[in-house]
């Protein structure tokens, strides 16, 4: 039996003046998966238990095998423990050499001095080498692919002899074969004793690499689930619909409720529509010519109405100047690019002030808007760095100022998203961060419209198995 490291019984934790109840327990070498439900802010609260900002109230801790306090808890975290999430140095100065030394534990002189020694041992040499990490410790930090970032976060665990780390949604920030080479890294260290904790929602990625899956609730830790129990087990625990099941592209099928439904609906030089989109469903329509997208961005954006037919959102039917008064709330709008005119994003407002304006109307007049836009910006952290979040959008990369345009509408949660043209003048290497942010959205419940040229090449390039389940082709008008 594998020597435990760290034990809590029913844990009750407080994040943000909210109160969580946890179980946590890891043994030595051991990897264990954390899957939250469509709550995030559990999955923060938890995690942030290994940063410190959440606090135990209440519970029996145990570390090593021995009963702890809470100060005792929150110091064998602060000595033992590092999180490893998407949240990269940015700085232009720090080196590889800094973050390991710099960045490290050792805090005395004689400690540091002790470090650098180590780290010119044969010893690092050969375990930087197992883990595929050919770099010059004098490289820039920011220079390093996101790969090689990862594996020297990796190196680091192991170099500063942490007992235990977190890695937060790797399925996220790399390629699924880049994944998989990190993973051997992580594996390189388990086998050392070394302990792991993966948050993520990619449950194939879980069943691959956790030894145990404990799945949040509602706020609570309510089942550890075991490898003979993986597959359909986790979507009957959530009470969601199982993903595993494939789906045939062009096909849908049937069990989701109809979102959009338009039947005769007919535009100037267009055959008329007729067609459904199902709630979690990615429907593309293809248009070569600009034509249709022209069509119908004047009437949602420029309030042409269309000639003649029905528009139906979640079963009402809707004349244009209902319509109209939707965009924004239940019917989202994703140009091609956030940063032509008539885009979705304000140039001068701070991400954060973006995000307030579309959600504290949401919110009611009786909460506490100071609260509201903490926890906004608490919620926006785990997709971008606090520091980019309070610049105004403006100095913000192309890159990220489109994953941002996405996760606007993730956070609104619109009914209905409409993307045209979403790989217009994009960079192929932003084509798997579009796909992965039409997923996201088609997660939450939205019914997204992607309106295109081809995508088929894109379709053979992309890793993201989930989005071709998710894509149905809409018959093209006429």
């Not at 996101?146 to 007992?163: P, Q, T």
């Not at 403006?394 to 998203?417: A, G, H, T, V």
């Amino acid at each position: 039996m594998k020597e435990e490291l760290i034990r809590v019984e029913n844990g009750l934790f407080q994040s943000d003046g909210a109160d969580y109840s946890f179980d946590i327990s890891v043994a030595r070498g051991e990897c264990i998966g954390i899957y939250v439900d469509e709550h995030l802010t559990s999955g923060t609260a938890y995690l942030d238990i290994f940063k410190r900002y959440s606090h135990i109230k209440s519970g029996k801790v145990f570390l090593c095998g021995q009963r702890a306090g809470s100060m005792e808890l929150a110091k064998w975290i602060g000595q033992n423990t590092i999180v490893i999430d998407k949240y990269r140095f940015h700085s232009t100065e720090l080196t590889a050499w800094d973050f390991l030394i710099a960045l490290g534990k050792p805090a005395c002189h004689r400690e540091k001095a002790a470090a650098k020694q180590r780290l010119q041992s044969t010893e690092s040499m050969c375990m930087l080498q197992q883990m595929g990490l050919n770099i010059s410790l004098d490289s820039k930090l920011s220079a390093l692919s996101l790969l090689d970032y990862y594996r020297l976060a990796i190196f680091r665990v192991w170099f500063i002899r942490c007992e235990l780390f977190a890695l937060d949604r790797l399925t996220e920030i790399l390629r699924r074969r880049d994944v998989d080479r990190l993973m051997q890294c992580v594996q390189l260290l388990l086998r050392q004793g070394t302990a792991a904790l993966l948050f993520d929602m990619d449950e194939e990625f879980m069943y691959r690499y956790a030894n145990r899956i404990d799945v949040i609730k509602n706020r609570r830790t309510c089942y550890h689930l075991y490898p003979e129990e993986y597959d359909d087990r986790l979507y009957e625990i959530l009470g969601w619909k199982s993903r595993q099941a494939p789906t045939v592209r062009g096909t849908s099928s049937g069990s989701e409720k109809v979102i959009l439904q338009v039947s005769g609906l007919t535009f100037p030089s267009m055959a008329p529509l007729n067609f459904q989109i199902r709630s979690g469903e990615i429907a593309f329509l293809r248009d070569e010519n600009y034509n249709t997208v022209s069509r119908i961005r004047a009437c949602f954006l420029d309030e042409q109405s269309w000639e003649s037919g029905i528009f139906r959102l979640d079963g009402k039917q809707y004349t244009h100047n209902e319509l109209i008064r939707l965009i924004g709330a239940r019917i989202g709008i994703q140009i091609d690019r956030p940063d032509r005119p008539s885009d979705v994003l304000f140039d001068n407002l701070t991400a954060l002030d973006n995000l307030s304006t579309c959600l504290l109307p949401k919110a009611g007049r009786k909460l506490i808007r100071r609260k509201m836009v903490e926890n906004i910006l608490d919620e926006a952290c785990q997709w971008f760095s606090r520091e980019a979040l309070l610049q105004p959008l403006c100095e913000w990369p192309l890159p990220q100022r489109l994953r941002f345009s996405y996760y606007k509408w993730y956070c609104i949660n619109p009914r209905l998203l409409i993307c045209f043209f979403p790989f217009a003048g994009q960079e192929s290497s932003h084509h798997e961060m579009i796909i992965n942010m039409l997923v996201t959205c088609a997660r939450r419940g939205m019914a997204v419209w992607v309106i295109s040229s081809g995508i088929d090449a894109i379709c053979e390039k992309t890793e993201n198995k989930e989005f071709l389940q998710r894509l149905r082709y809409i018959n093209e008008p006429g």
